[in-house]
């Protein structure tokens, strides 16, 4: 039998993962991706949630998640396309000129 | 608008309220409008009215004499105890209780001055037409000119001490503009300035003494405060007599505020006979013989007069006998001779008459004096080195005649004016009584001979002995339009003295505003024969010093007394050590305080928060993953907070 305890831990595994990839991972797509796992990590922990006791508020927003999370995509990339064209990479650590 | 009277609430006479002005005294106010008039068309008219505005200029004064004869006239008509007329011209100020009409006073101390205001004022208008005739900024001068006989009347006529301070300021603003009428010129500015300052401390006294005198009686008028002073105490009087006093040291030159009528010299000569010698410098008499109700009521008032006069007589002739300059040594002797005016003054009742007498005589013999320096100085090329003059005797009879009429006056020969004026005053110094009657008494004495010494002495350097001009100056007589007002004031010279003085008139005239004296002497007193005496030796003195033998060009070291009194009895180096450098100290210590400590902490907050936010800056390294992290522990933090406080 999967206990909702699996469901969370699973959730906690891949939330790690999404934040480790985050913040060690220099790519931006990668970071995008990771951001998502980070996402899905939360759905699934809503899903869990909703799931054991019986109401549908965690789905519904698991759906606005999905939907929000969709927006940021697009126009996350479209910024990426952007400095991709400009400085010719898709490094984070390159695009630091807002500092100090 | 109708005067009340209350005659019989208040013991002094000067506390009645006057009676409504009528028929000519009505239109009192142009007295004020003429010379406002001729000032506003001078000075705001500009170049236009340069080629007649000198024509306006003498004809406002003369007007305004005129109108102040027509007003004599019709107050000698009343009888002696109804002759004090007001009249209100507008609301002055009025706010709830605050109510200060402006009101005109025409009463007997106002028309004397009324009249010597105008009166002289006109003669020295005329005089300056001649003596300015070659100065391109001449209609400027008459505008000032104006503008300073508006002030000086205001001042004599108001009803109330805030009127009479308008006055007051207005005329310090027009000397202020003729001293340094020649501001090109260094030392005129300089001493324009120095004469506004010194002013602004005796005014800052008589500010304070109305706003004690609003605070205590409620009024400014004179009505108001003579009628309440009875009321006051003894402290509160005292303080309004000695804050007055210091408001008259200011305008009239006296110790300690003398140092600028020295300097003021540096304006044209009208102005110097004008204004620093006639008229403005004497307000200080006026104020205290104005005030005479406040005085009477304090002793400790009175006798600082009284002191203040007696020894401004002696510093102001002690300078006089040092100076070369004529001008100058004819400034120490106008200080010398308010000296004696205030000294009278401080004597109460037994002196008032007496200062307004030698304040009306001097007013004539020393404004023809400084004419007559003005016409010399004139035909000298602007030369005020007596040491430079020498032998014009012949050169110029009349300003020579002239100007030994009213030397003869002012040193107090009989028959002329200062016999009459002066000799009451030290007589009336002596009977004052007590160690403070003989002090009093034996400086006006002392001063007497001085005087004598240094008249004879500006007499022979200026007009006898050897020529000592230079090559280039031919002096000839004034022209008529110089020469007439000078012997107008001669004729003032010889008789004015005696006409106020013999058969009481003055003191009968003068009576019901200031009071009568105690005891009458006669004209004849054994005071008045040792002045005479003392006089004499002071002219042989000077004669021997200065008509036997010859007069160098060049000063000659001089004494101890000679070399202080050169500089002033060293006025400006004491003004300068007590007051000048203690406030430059304390100008710089403010200063460093307002820069170390004041700014000092300010600056230092602020490059407090300025260095740790430099630093702090640092944390935005532009890096999004270290931001990512610092969000991440934020949040882990956050939880991990919300965690434990809730278990």
Sequence with gaps: ?100 | MTGSVHAALVPHAAAIASLHATGIQDAAGLLLAFPLLGAAILLLGGKRTNSWGHLVGVAMPVLAFAYGLAAFVQMLGYPAAQRSRELILYQFINVGRFQIPMGLRLDQLSICFVLLITGVGSLIHIFAVGYMSHDPERRRFFGYMNLFLAAMLLLVLANNYLGLYAGWEGVGLASYLLIGFWQYKPAAAVAAKKAFIANRVGDAGLSLAIMLMFAQFGSVTFTGVFGAVHSASHGIVLAIGLLLLLGACGKSAQVPLQSWLLDAMEGPTPVSALIHAATMVTAGVYLIVRSAPIFDLSPGARLAVAIVGAVTLLWGAIIGCAKDDVKKALAGSTMSQIGYMMLAAGLGPAGYVFAIAHLLAHGFFKAGLFLGAGSVKHEMNDEVDMRRFGGLAIAMPITFVTFTLAYLAIIGVPPFSGFFTKDPIIDAAFAHGGTSGALLGTAALLGAGITAFYMTRVMLMTFFGERRWDENVHPHEAPPIMTAPMIVLAIGSVGAGGFLILANRLLNFLGPVTGVPPVLRGIWTPVGGASLGLVVVGAAIAWVLYGRREVPVTAPAGNLVTVAARKDLYGDAINEGLLMRPGQWLTRLSVYFDNRGVDGLVNTVAAAFGGSSGRMRKVQTGFVRSYALSMLVGAVLLVGTFLLVRL
């Design chain 1, 1 to 100: 039998m999967v206990s909702p305890a699996h469901f969370i831990a699973l959730a906690v595994i891949l939330f790690v993962i999404g934040a480790v990839g985050v913040l060690v991972r220099r790519n931006a797509i990668v970071v995008f991706m990771c951001v998502e796992l980070m996402l899905n990590a939360c759905n699934l922990a809503f899903v869990a949630f909703a799931r054991m006791h019986g109401a549908l508020d965690g789905q519904v927003i698991a759906f606005f998640v999905m939907v929000v999370a969709a927006a940021e995509v697009v126009v996350g990339l479209a910024i990426l396309t952007a400095i991709f064209r400009a400085r010719r990479s898709a490094s984070v650590d390159d695009a630091n000129l807002m500092k100090y």
